[in-house]
């Protein structure tokens, strides 16, 4: 029988599983289960190249934790196809279904799947506001710029999905405060995001909604790594440093040296060397469990509703369980 929403162990708290662009379905399986096991209230299956995010939540059946399935990139995944897989995972596992819509990026939408990312934007908006009725079991006619659907009658039973919107930078942030039930930040400070907080807020009031969405946060977590395994979550900040929408952050939390080496083109070897110890603990929570848990009560006093763990290896997921 399908869970009511927000029937969940762990509530606010999460894993995100499947999102590296190495991974194993197998190994993502066995993450997501023993997450289930330990109590975590939330399990988010990205995607990458490994697997797809409605298979592999259909493979993990019955469990407690609500599923959510993505961020799926709304140029590729139109709103009928997603409504149908998440209706699809929730009538076999019998879990609450989340679904999450991104921009991606270019690779994924114009180099991989051969589609046009010219107005990303437009198309996550037009995307989540069709879903919004489809994910629902509504009738949806809707005829925008670039999404269009009219006449699907589901089958099953409609997921009545959460439908959250992964954002960073101000149109995405109008979007997913406009339209979506929650906002999720892919990575942030904890000044980044108490001021996101007021934005989401305000975005939320010029839409005319009576509620703002909630807040996730990815949290890229690891209890006593070892060097290598600190080196290893470095290289994976790397793309964020180079990245035009997140350097920004990184350089006013005072790594602006390190964010000019990363987008001047140097190895990421180059990179990781240069990184100061305080680069990782702007955006990441290393150390013991007093250490780690401390971080993520910094994050919940800012406004974050839902921390969805990214560890380094199920030992942490262990450590850190509700």
Not at 227 to 237: C, K, N, P
Not at 269 to 281: F, I, M, N, Y
Request: charged content about 20%; glycine content about 10%; proline content about 5%.
């Amino acid at each position: 029988m399908q869970q009511e929403q927000g029937d969940v162990r762990g509530s606010g708290l999460g894993v995100l599983v499947g999102a590296r662009a190495d991974g194993d379905p197998v190994a993502s399986a066995h993450l997501a289960r023993l997450a289930d096991g330990l109590g975590f209230g939330e399990i988010m299956i990205g995607e990458a190249t490994g697997h797809d995010a409605f298979a592999l939540g259909a493979a993990l059946g019955e469990g407690p934790a609500t599923l959510c399935l993505g961020p799926l990139p709304a140029a590729v995944r139109d709103p009928v196809t997603t409504a149908r897989g998440a209706a699809t995972v929730a009538a076999l596992t019998g879990r609450a279904t989340g679904v999450a819509l991104a921009a991606s990026t270019s690779t994924v939408v114009e180099e991989w799947h051969g589609r046009s990312r010219s107005d990303a934007v437009t198309i996550v908006a037009e995307s989540a506001q069709a879903l919004r009725g489809l994910l629902a079991g509504e009738p949806v006619d809707y005829n925008g710029a670039l999404v269009r659907t009219k006449g699907f009658e589901s089958a099953l039973p409609p997921s009545r999905a959460q439908l959250s919107v992964l954002a960073f930078g101000a149109e995405l942030t109008e979007v997913a405060a406009a339209r979506a039930d929650r906002l999720i930040l892919p990575i942030g400070t904890v000044e980044h995001v108490s001021r996101l907080r007021a934005r989401v807020q305000a975005a939320a009031e010029r839409a005319g909604r009576e509620r703002a969405p909630k807040i996730a946060l990815w949290l890229p977590v690891a209890v006593e790594p070892d060097a290598e395994g600190r080196r290893t979550m470095l290289r994976d900040l790397v793309p964020y440093l180079r990245s035009a929408g997140f350097s920004g952050m990184f350089s006013e939390a005072g790594f602006g040296e390190v964010v000019r080496l990363a987008r001047s083109g140097a190895h990421v070897r180059s990179v990781v060397a240069a990184a100061p110890p305080e680069l990782l603990a702007a955006v990441t929570a290393v150390g013991d469990v007093a250490a780690v848990r401390a971080v993520l009560g910094e994050f919940r006093a800012v406004g974050v509703d839902d921390v969805i763990l990214v560890p380094d290896r199920a030992e942490t997921l262990e450590a850190l369980a509700p």
